[in-house]
Structures are given as structure tokens and as C-alpha cells.
């Protein structure tokens, strides 16, 4: 069908599509709040959907798609298989990110300390107390490191950084994984507890010796002083938008029952460590079908049109190939659909 519109008529159009915008509401992780955030503000007048979100942690999310008090939910941590199957559940991922540690030592700029998985494991197990430990010493020839003390700070809230965090020291610290594990929510050994990512920044910043954890988006956008990491490769990486493409193309997407792909600590010389994906979570059984095709229009049209906006953010966008494998699920399994 043609159309033959004057500007003035595309704009118009434009205006009362966005008027009369169908309403969707999705609640969960922190991590995609900014990225939901843009895409929303861009989409309802896009694609006439406007979106609600509610950044209130993965564990919240996931709870509120099961008692059906959201459209969607969404979730740093992937759902388990038999939650998702007695909540009548499709989980799938939307954006990639990662997770970078923070330091303040006075006289370290970023991305100039070199540190490994397993000595970051062992400071926050208390085992690695200054910073000018012979391990750390060793590993950091030609950098000045004081005799301070370290101070590590972790999220004292349930959340999906916490979660993607704990695997990573889970995976290259048996010590870790036998004594900790990994949860959104951990019985941390040694340090000092804030909430969300903000909090973290600001203790770390606030304390000479800190050392913590945040969301790379985060860490970039506030300007935080990053350390680099050395990967399964035994290559020390630097946080950054490369690292980050070549940990999730590592993944093994076609693998991951659910969408629930490990990315955690994945072999190449360029990955970064600690990258994931995030989730969401719908209704197989939407007691709104019509709200439920909305999500899922609403996800469509990131998929279209959204990487650039994700980008900017600092995110790291699905591939093709996985954003195809996505639709496919929706239209298997969402009666909405």
C-alpha cells in the first residue's frame, strides 16, 4: 500500500501516534534501566509504545512477572529452568554488558594496574589486605603501589552486578566457589557493604584503598579509575567496547537452554572477563494478550532500531543471529504472538 504524505502530515502523524501510545509496564535489574529508559522515550513515538519500568533489582523483577503484577519482568541472573517452566515463562536477552573493578590508590591512574581473577577473589576473602603485597607487587613492575590498606566494597543490596561478579571469582577461584559461590545476594568474607552502583562508586572514591565493583557503563560514564584484567588467555585486557564484542561472540549462544548463555571467563586473547547478558521474562500465558504483543513489539523494534541508542550507552548489542533466534521463540511460544 502507498502513502503520499506532506511533512506536515508525517508530523501530525507522528504527534498523535505517540498521543495514543499503547502503555506497557516491566520491572527488574538496575543494569538496563538506562538502555529501557532511551529505547521507551524513542519507541512511543516510533512504534506507539510507551513504556513503564521499574528499576527495582533482578530479584524483584523476577517475582513480580511470576505474580503477574508486570508485562514483563527483567534479570541480570538468568531464571532456572524450573522456575521458568512452573511459572509458565519465556526468558530472553535483550542487551549485553559487563562488569569492571574500581580502584582508588593514590597514584594509579586507570587501566594501569594489572590484577588476576584469583587475586581479586583472595582480597575479597581477606587474604590480600595491602596493596603492596608481593603477589600484587609482581604483577604490577613499575608502578608505585603504597603501603596501604585495601578496602573492598561490595553491593549490599540483592542484584544482578553481585550475581554476574560472584561467577566470575566462582570461575577462577575454586577457593571462592566451594566457600561463596555465586548469588545476587552473598556472604561476603571481608568488606564493607553499599547499595547499588552509585553506592559502591562513591565508598571506593571516598576511601583511599578502595576497591570494588560496578556496571562498565557506569564506570565510563562517571569517568572511574578501571584496572585491567588478565583473561582465560592470560592476556591482561583493558574494559572496553572490544574486550566486550569478543567475550559474547565466544558465547555459545546455539548451546544455551533458554537463552542462558555463560559468558563469564570465555577464551579468546581479546575478551574481557565478566561480561552477560540481561534478561527478560514474559508470560507464556499473558492474561493480556493484547499488553503482551506489545512487549514484544516494543523489543522488536529495539531490535530494529535500537543498537545505536544501546551503543551510546556503553552496551553491547545481541547478535544478529541471536536477535533472530529470539523472534523465533516469541512466535513459538507466546500465544500473544
Keep these: 500500500m502507498k502513502f503520499a504524505f506532506t511533512a506536515l502530515a508525517i508530523g501530525l502523524a507522528g504527534i498523535t501516534f505517540a498521543a495514543n501510545a499503547q502503555q506497557i509496564t516491566g520491572a527488574g535489574a538496575t543494569f538496563p534501566a538506562p538502555v529501557y529508559s532511551k529505547w521507551g522515550e524513542a519507541a512511543k513515538a516510533a512504534a506507539g509504545i510507551e513504556l513503564n519500568y521499574q528499576a527495582i533489582g533482578s530479584g524483584g523483577g523476577q517475582n513480580q512477572i511470576l505474580n503477574r503484577t508486570v508485562d514483563f519482568g527483567a534479570s541480570d541472573a538468568p531464571m532456572s529452568a524450573e522456575k521458568l517452566e512452573s511459572g509458565k515463562l519465556l526468558q530472553f536477552p535483550t542487551v549485553m554488558g559487563s562488569v569492571?573493578?574500581?580502584v582508588n590508590i593514590p597514584g594509579v591512574t586507570s587501566n594501569?594496574?594489572?590484577?588476576?581473577?584469583?587475586?581479586?577473589?583472595?582480597?575479597?576473602?581477606?587474604?590480600?589486605?595491602?596493596w603492596n603485597d608481593p603477589k600484587i607487587v609482581e604483577m604490577?613492575?613499575?608502578v608505585t603501589l603504597p603501603n596501604l590498606a585495601i578496602a573492598p566494597v561490595y553491593r549490599a543490596d540483592g542484584s544482578g552486578t553481585t550475581f554476574v561478579y560472584a561467577s566470575y571469582l566462582s570461575a577462577v577461584s575454586e577457593s571462592w566457589k566451594t566457600t561463596t559461590g555465586a548469588s545476587t545476594s552473598v556472604k561476603w568474607p571481608a568488606g564493607a557493604g553499599a547499595?547499588?552502583?552509585?553506592?559502591?562508586?562513591a565508598t571506593v572514591q571516598n576511601v583511599k584503598g578502595g576497591i570494588g565493583y560496578v556496571e562498565s557503563a557506569y564506570a565510563t560514564q562517571n569517568k572511574l579509575t578501571t584496572i585491567q584484567l588478565r583473561n582465560k588467555a592470560g592476556v591482561f585486557v583493558s574494559?572496553?567496547?572490544e574486550a566486550y564484542m569478543a567475550a559474547a561472540a565466544n558465547g555459545d549462544w546455539a548451546g544455551a537452554k533458554n537463552f542462558a548463555v555463560n559468558l563469564i571467563d570465555q577464551p579468546g586473547e581479546k575478551s574481557?572477563?565478566?561480561?552477560?547478558?540481561?534478561f527478560a521474562l514474559l508470560p507464556k500465558d499473558a492474561k493480556d494478550p493484547a499488553r503482551s504483543a506489545a512487549v514484544l513489539k516494543f523489543f522488536d523494534w529495539a531490535f530494529n532500531s535500537g543498537d545505536a541508542i544501546a551503543t551510546s550507552l556503553d552496551y553491547v548489542i545481541l547478535p544478529k543471529a541471536v536477535k533472530d533466534s529470539?523472534?523465533?521463540a516469541w512466535k513459538a511460544e507466546i500465544k500473544a504472538n
Design 100 to 102: 569492571v573493578v574500581i
Design 112 to 130: 594501569q594496574m594489572k590484577m588476576s581473577g584469583e587475586m581479586v577473589a583472595e582480597i575479597y576473602q581477606g587474604k590480600i589486605t595491602k
Design 140 to 142: 604490577n613492575r613499575g
Design 195 to 201: 547499595k547499588g552502583n552509585d553506592g559502591v562508586a
Design 239 to 241: 574494559p572496553n567496547a
Design 272 to 278: 574481557w572477563p565478566i561480561v552477560s547478558a540481561t
Design 326 to 328: 529470539v523472534r523465533a
